[in-house]
């Protein structure tokens, strides 16, 4: 019997309602939470799908998934996509395409990296131009992390002397200063399979408890009809299967803050039970639909085919205007509740 696999860490609601959901939809495939030993090159990973929750964490279950992938395993989302998970491309990304975007510049890590020394970094302006950075983003402002989501060793700064203080404690982190906005309101838009969209307001701020609005009242059908387009548009660009969009609105203004988070907070404590059954119901339809259609291992075996594999990525994008929001009638998308500013160091996201 053909496999999907679950791979995930320290969430639980989300990965196993997701295996008991499949499993009572179908006698062809079987689901299981995945069980990784030590691995050998010659490997045979006997798996239609794999889906993963973990691998940005855990570079062993990373390897893993390159070498399924290598074996012909459909991995959502593909393992060596994980280089766009990147806060400077993503906003240079979403300025390029013409979406409205937060100011941000990237700066090195405040320590030296591990292996290097003064005479490494012949190639680095010192002292940067603080001046400039701080005329560009101005103040308050965010400092974080250029990698990840987790909002450890992200800060919310009021002047030089506080942007500072929290830079000295940033350690071997490359991190972005990025301009902060007081926003109408914030959305995070789950979207599976590229097409299925899931809005869901949603407070950055807040505990994690309180994160998202449990209910699908509250939101506009013209911010579904403008938030929509966009997560097609930018799911089709970056290729992602299983993918968070954070927006911020302002004045009917969407600015995309967060293009890629593949692994958003998704157990039902944190979601609701409404939001959490559309993203289980979903998620375990499309790795079904998935590994219904599973082929044969490519065999090119270039890096562009082991990460477009048979799909077709081509798709180009158009620069588009600064879209306001407007009461048309939209392409039908479920709906939640209010996203995002980032606060004071939190571990999850």
């Known amino acids: 019997m053909k496999k999907i696999g679950i791979v995930y860490g320290n969430e639980l609601s989300f990965p196993q309602e997701l295996v008991e959901r499949i499993n009572s939809k179908t006698d062809k495939f079987t689901a299981v939470s995945l069980t990784i030993d030590a691995i050998k090159n010659t490997e045979i990973i ?61 700066l090195p890590s405040k320590e030296l990296p591990d292996d290097t020394n003064t005479d490494t970094f012949h190639n680095l302006k010192y002292p940067l131009n603080w001046d400039e950075v701080f005329s560009y983003v101005k103040f308050p402002a965010y400092l974080k992390p250029n990698y990840g989501h987790t909002s450890a060793n992200a800060y919310k700064v009021y002047n ?47 505990p994690l408890h309180m994160r998202y609005e449990k209910t699908n009242e509250g939101i506009d059908e013209s911010v579904v009809n403008l938030l929509t387009p966009i997560c097609n548009e930018i799911s089709n660009l970056l290729g992602f299967e299983f993918n968070s969009i954070d927006f911020g609105l302002l004045n009917g203004i969407a600015y995309a803050i967060d293009l890629v988070n593949p692994t958003p907070l998704a157990d039902k404590e944190y979601l609701g039970d409404n ?46 205007k600064k879209a306001r929001a407007t009461k048309e009638v939209a392409p039908k998308t479920e709906t939640g509740d209010a996203p995002k500013k980032r606060g004071r160091p939190r571990k999850e996201s």
């Open 275 to 320: 939001h959490f059954e559309w993203l289980i119901e979903n998620t375990a339809d499309y790795l079904l639909e998935l590994a219904s259609a599973h082929k044969s291992p490519t065999n090119d075996l270039t890096f562009k085919g082991l990460i477009f594999g048979e799909s077709d990525n081509s798709a180009t994008s158009k620069p588009v």
């Open 46 to 106: 006997d798996y239609s799908v794999i889906f993963d929750r973990i691998s940005y964490r855990v570079p062993f279950y990373n390897s893993f998934l390159k070498l399924a992938l290598l074996n012909g395993t459909k991995v959502v989302n593909n393992p060596f996509w994980n280089c766009a998970d990147n806060n400077i491309f993503q906003s240079a990304l979403a300025a390029k395409i013409g979406f409205p975007t937060l100011k941000t510049v990237l």
């Open 160 to 206: 030089r002397k506080e942007f500072f203080s929290a830079y000295e404690l940033t350690g071997k982190n490359p991190m972005v200063i990025q301009e902060s906005i007081d926003f109408d309101a914030y959305y995070r838009c789950f979207v599976i399979a590229r097409n299925r969209i899931l809005i869901v307001k949603y407070e950055p701020g807040k």
